[in-house]
């Protein structure tokens, strides 16, 4: 069984298109992350919810939403795609909160042409 | 809030011992230390977490220094297939803010 699954694991669009990204978490953890990973390897976190609850927001623009319809799920929306949004989205999890172990899916590499 | 610095790269070779160092001058109290490791085209992986002093695990030890300004990731007796992208993560655990640093890209060779 997978421990934190991601959908799709490629996803090629055009500019200006509104995408979604799913991820699952079958571990039963309370926290869930995004992260960004860009072609210079720099992983930078995007949001954190903990049992539903926004926790961590750092500073993306608002074309990304994040919606976590139970603690098991947490999905990225983003609007109007734009070139610089290529990168590889990471969804993670821990049990608690942010300093416990996190276990990361398998990425999602979003190419915008 | 705790940026971390770390080598950009390192080269080694099989049965050696690796030690990757990581600074995190503004560490917090609540501050604990993770490094993470990452393979091409997968999820980073937890490898060993810490908050003070010596902890090791079956893959690897992680040392921090009393004032805990830094901390060395030591790899014992590395294989090929430790060939890899080390982070270091210092996390808030009231969780407000998480910082990973730029990675430490490992390569060892035969």
């Known amino acids: 069984d997978t421990a934190v699954s991601q959908t799709p694991k490629y996803l090629v669009t055009q500019m200006g298109n509104d995408k979604s990204i799913k991820c699952e978490q079958n571990l039963g953890h309370d926290t869930m992350y995004w992260y960004k990973q860009d072609s210079k390897k720099f992983l930078k976190i995007m949001f954190s919810?903990?049992?539903?609850?926004?926790?961590i927001n750092e500073t993306v623009p608002n074309r990304f939403s994040p919606k976590s319809p139970d603690k098991a799920h947490l999905n990225l929306h983003i609007n109007s795609l734009e070139l610089g949004d290529s990168a590889v989205y990471f969804c993670?999890?821990?049990?608690?909160?942010?300093?416990?172990?996190?276990?990361f899916g398998p990425g999602t590499r979003l190419t915008v042409l | 809030l705790a940026k971390t610095t770390q080598p950009i790269s390192m080269d080694s070779y099989e049965g050696q011992e690796v030690n990757i160092t990581c600074s995190h001058n503004n560490i917090a109290t609540n501050d604990y230390i993770t490094w993470y490791q990452q393979f091409p085209s997968q999820g980073p992986r937890f490898i060993i977490q810490g908050y003070k002093t010596k902890v090791t695990n079956e893959v690897a030890s992680l040392f921090i220094p009393a004032d805990r300004k830094s901390s060395t990731l030591s790899l014992p007796r590395v294989s090929l297939s430790d060939t890899a992208v080390y982070y270091c993560?210092?996390?808030?655990?009231?969780?407000?803010?998480?910082?990973f640093g730029s990675g430490t890209r490992l390569s060892i060779r035969p």
């Open positions: 919810y903990n049992n539903k609850e926004l926790i």
């Open positions: 993560l210092v996390g808030d655990v009231r969780a407000s803010k998480i910082i």
């Open positions: 993670a999890s821990s049990q608690y909160r942010a300093g416990d172990t996190q276990y």
